[in-house]
């Protein structure tokens, strides 16, 4: 059974920067697209940024500028690195990978980023 295991968050003063760590555990897999999603208190989840295989990549405007997404195909891993964070930016930030070939949608269990103002 394949788990992902966010790493990385936390608090933050406004202008500061995180990086976001996202690893498969459990079991051997290799992934498709790979992204990060946020959801903020009282909002939908949504797409923060997202990376393809080839490398690929695709931002929200709300961070585009700020955030780069990269991706280790070896070790299945995607991050996400956050400059002039925001308070705006305060959510809980989830990973998501689409198992090559399969198609199958995996998710991890949240990781929690608050900027102070």
């Known amino acids: 059974q394949v788990q992902l295991v966010e790493s990385g968050g936390g608090l933050v003063q406004a202008g500061g920067s995180l990086k976001l760590s996202c690893a498969p555990s459990?079991?051997?897999?290799?992934?498709?697209?790979m992204g990060w999603y946020r959801q903020a208190p009282g909002k939908q989840r949504e797409l923060v940024a997202a990376?393809?295989?080839?490398?690929?990549?695709n931002y929200a405007d709300a961070v585009k500028g700020r955030f780069i997404i990269s991706r280790d195909n070896v070790k299945n891993t995607v991050s996400l690195r956050m400059n002039s964070l925001k308070p705006e930016d305060t959510a809980v930030y989830y990973c998501?990978?689409?198992?090559?070939?399969?198609?199958?949608?995996?998710w991890g269990q949240g990781t929690q980023v608050t900027v102070s103002s």
């Open positions: 998501n990978a689409q198992e090559l070939f399969v198609g199958r949608d995996y």
């Open positions: 459990g079991s051997t897999v290799s992934f498709n697209a």
């Open positions: 990376i393809s295989r080839s490398g690929g990549t």
